[in-house]
Every structure is written in structure tokens, then in C-alpha cells.
DNA sequence: CTCCAGGAGGGGACCGAGTGCCGCCCCGCC
DNA sequence: GGCGGGGCGGCACTCGGTCCCCTCCTGGAG
């Protein structure tokens, strides 16, 4: 994609001069990846093809796994902006659904670069291990803001941290397999089925609080005691709700 | 099963001879990361500490990491073995969950080499993304335990997936408070409201398999259509309950 | 024009994790 | 007593990652 890694020992009249080294190192080391695997290519490798010293390697990246994944943190950055600045009065979780789908797209924006780095993530032990802890990340973030949002239900933090996974779960379920399909079918359309699937299950303000509900149906079999059925109804009520 | 390693410099009358060379890795590993830090400290100064080889270290442990995860790895052994032996009828969504009270005994059961491994990976990033890789493998096993049995739902992987999640996230939830109160509470009880959250959020969750339950209940809005509403009843009454 | 400051990059030394190989020694077995 | 195998130690090597110092390029001030 980039014109031309324009090396550093290469001078004259360069380009806009955006694509510069990191992009070089980028392409460079998947390159080398895919054509002769990950533990098999040395760092030192893929400074040589890019024309650049071993040290500048790691100013661009904190480790060699991380040259796979050279936007996430940027993403990560995004994601963190745009959960902050929301308002009050939305909801939480239609929020952090709608981070997850900017998650998404930094995916499917690129297909084929998804493609090539699942391969490698797939078979690679310790690049999953570094995916799991990118994916760590994003999943703390959406916990945190659902926890400063339902901190005033009861077990809010259990509620925002189960949401949190449920939902990040949800995203790479619908990513795992458009990956698997090599990119084909439209993965934005697959997540909100899937997201609406986690929405339905947990009702739409992240748990019971179930104030706008109007009909209950109790199905009880002879042999509950009443006090479990009153228990039930009332924890499918809400709390604080009994005496509305 | 090995007959006996016996201490290596150690010789004579020794105990129930079960603290091999392992034991004595982790001890001395332990005492010296609360000492003087996890990164402060080597390997060589581990194997030193416990006066074997260096070379010994890697035969008992993964990596440096591995060793202050040293029981997992029978544990989730343990675990698969647990799932694969359930007969068809059960709900799979209670078998998961038996596991992961399984799981968090193997915490609760040692409290102090629990909290103590807590503050190490609290801090240290490289042992937080190696819990990360192992809390990932059970959830992996659940996802599994559930995508067969739920595979002829509709969306069955999505909610194996999901369910998994949530799972795992409820039981991480109570360990880690558990965790920061310095092993104060009761762990197993508070997993099970924990627990009960998620089991209630997915009602049927997947799996309707609701004949060993006492009482049904359902919450309706009032903007659902009447069809939702049976079918909610019937699902909450399970598959072949319709007409007893 | 010169000088200086600062930042980007290169290079080499160094540390420590992880691995392969070999040799030892202590078993039990023949 | 000889022998083979497994557990263990020691050594050397690779490679990821860091530190320190050098060069070069640039640009601004005098």
C-alpha cells in the first residue's frame, strides 16, 4: 500500500513523509511471518528488510509481538474518549455496544490485514497470549464505565464486569468467525444480532432494574415453598421495587 | 505416579516425601518475588535459593511465569475431565457452573499463597497476561462444554460463547474481591448469588432444561406481543412440558 | 555563517529468559 | 558386576529487550 518504504539510508525529495518507519517495520515483519513463520523471524530480520536499526525497532514498538498489533492502542485511546464523553442520562450498555462496534471495524476496515494476523494469532501461542491482553484492555474499559453507571444498583460492579465479558464476548465470537470466512459477509450486520442477543439477556439497563415492566408471570410447581416463589418474584422485580 | 525424585541434596529419612524439587521451586520463588519483586528477582537466584540447577527450573515450569501458577495446569485438567463426564440429560449451564466453583476452591482452598500470588499479578504486567492466558483456557473449556450441547439452538456457538463469558466473569468478579479483602467472607457463598445473576440473565440461557426447578418466573412488558409472552411460558416451562 | 540544542536514528555492550547438548550419578534390572 | 535409563547439573548458545553513547540532520539565534 505505502509508495515505497523509502529506507533511511535514502534521502531526497520524500514522499508526504507520513509512512515512515513504523509502517516500513510493519509491512517488513509480516512479510517475513507469513513467508517463513513468527519464531522463526528474528527481530534482527526484520530491521535488515526494512533497512533500519535493531533499535529503532523497539522505539515503535514495545515488543516483538507488538509489531502485530500496531493500532490497537491507538484504538484503545479512542475507545477510552469516547466512553468518557457521554452523557448522563444514555444508557450504559447501548454505549459500550456501540465502542464494541468501533472495536469491530478496525477489523473489517482492513480485511486482509485481519485475515493475515489471524493466521498468525491462531497458531502462534505467545501472540495469543498478547491478543488476550489487548482484549483485557478494551474489556476493563467497558466494565469501568458500566461500573460508574450501575454503581448505584445492587451488585453493580458484578453486573458491569459480567456485561463487560459478555459483551467483548459477543464481538469475538462475531470476529472469530468472519475471520475464519476469510473476510466474507458482513460482520457490522452479524454483531448486532449477537449484540442484541446479549441486550436481550440481560434486559436493557444492564440487569433486573425492571421498573418499566408490567406483567409477571409465575410458574410454580407444587412442591416450591411459597417463600422461594415470593423470593423469586421479588428478585425478578427488582430491588426496592416490592412496594410500588 | 514416580515412585520417589527424593531431594536432591537432601538425603536420610525424609517425610511423606512429597515435597519434591517442585515444591521447593515455588517456595523459594515466592520468597523471594514478595521480597525483593517479581522482576528483581532471576531465575538464577530462585534455583540458588533452592539449591538446584538452573536447567531443573525449566523442567518443572513453562517459563518464569509458570511458577507462580503451579497448580493450574492439573487443575484445568481436572476440569475437562469433570465436563466430560456429564450425562446428556443435565443442564449443561449447571455443569459449567459446578466447574467454576471448582475452579475457585483451587484459589480459596490455600488463602494466603492466594493473596500473596494476587499482589504479584496485581502489579507485575507480564503475570497478569499469564493469569490472562490461563483464566482464558478454562473459559475455552466451558465455550467447548456448551457449543456441543447447545448446538442444535439457534445461534448455539454465540451463546456458549457469551454464557462462558459471563460465567467466567461472575466467578472472577467474587475472586477478586474476595482477593483484595485479604481472603476475608465466604468466597463459595458470594459465587453463588454471583452465579444465580448470570443463570437468572439468561433464563433458559440456552439451555431449558428446567425440570429439576421449582418455580418459573417471568417478567413481561406490556409493549411484547402476546405470541413472546407464550412462548416466554413455554420456554420457561421447558421443551415437552407444554400439555402434562 | 557559525554555533548550539535537540530530536531521530544507529551501534554496540549488556542482561536475562529459554533451549540443546552432554556428561554425571544413582537407580533398578539383567 | 555390567548396563541402561532417567533425573539432574553445567555449559554454551540464541534471541528479546534495555542502556548508553555516538552521529546526523535540522533549525533557530546570534
Redesign the pocket.
Known sequence: MPPRPV???F?GMSFPSKP??RDALVEAAFRLFLERGY?Q?????I?TLA????????????????VVFPDHERRLAEVTEFLSGSGRGEDPVARVCEAVRLVLRLYTDNPTFSVQRYRLTKTVPGLRAYELSVVWRYERTFAGHLRERLADRPDGALRADVIAAAVVAAHNNVLRSWLRSEGEGDAQVAVERALAYVREAFGDGGGPDRQDEDVVVVVSRRRAPMWQVVREIESALGPGEEDR
Not at 523471524?41 to 530480520?45: A, C, G, I, K, M
Not at 533497512?51 to 507488538?66: A, L, Q
Open positions: 529506507g533511511a539510508t534521502r515512515p518507519m519464531e523471524t528474528t527481530v534482527e530480520d530491521v533497512g533500519v536499526g535493531r533499535r529503532s525497532f523497539f522505539r515503535y514498538f514495545p515488543s516483538k509481538e507488538g
